[in-house]
């Protein structure tokens, strides 16, 4: 079992930044692929970002390149997501999540830990 929770979410200006983090616990080191997924009302859970291991590998979603950087420090267990030049399209529930492996990295279902999630709301 993995434990994660995200923290790190709130209220921002459009153009302002945040920085989402992620703590892991548990058997952290079978479940070592870590992506963030956000969710707005009344719409699909859609891939952010994801990150192996290593860090070595990173992935982003078209709509968040060059805006978000996914990062991990490995001896905290923990993942961030840095979010810059945040739009109001970027409002949604955040959540991180783990698996073991970078196959089908884009696809909620194919994760098997979640956290609860954090809101970051986007102000135009």
């Known amino acids: 079992q993995v434990q994660l929770v995200e923290s790190g979410g709130g209220l921002v200006q459009a153009g302002g930044s945040l920085r989402l983090s992620c703590a892991a616990s548990?058997?952290?080191?079978?479940?070592?692929?870590r992506g963030w997924f956000r969710q707005a009302p009344g719409k699909e859970r859609e891939f952010v970002a994801a990150i192996n291991w290593s860090g070595g590998s990173t992935y982003y979603a078209d709509s968040v390149k060059e805006r978000f950087t996914i990062s991990r420090d490995n001896a905290k267990n923990m993942v961030y997501l840095q979010m810059n030049s945040l739009k109001p399209e970027d409002t949604a529930l955040y959540y991180c999540?783990?698996?073991?492996?970078?196959?089908?990295?884009?696809?909620?279902?194919?994760?098997?830990?979640w956290g609860q999630g954090t809101q970051v709301t986007v102000s135009s």
């Open positions: 999540a783990a698996k073991d492996n970078g196959n089908y990295y884009s696809i909620p279902t194919r994760y098997d830990y």
């Open positions: 548990g058997r952290t080191f079978s479940s070592s692929f």
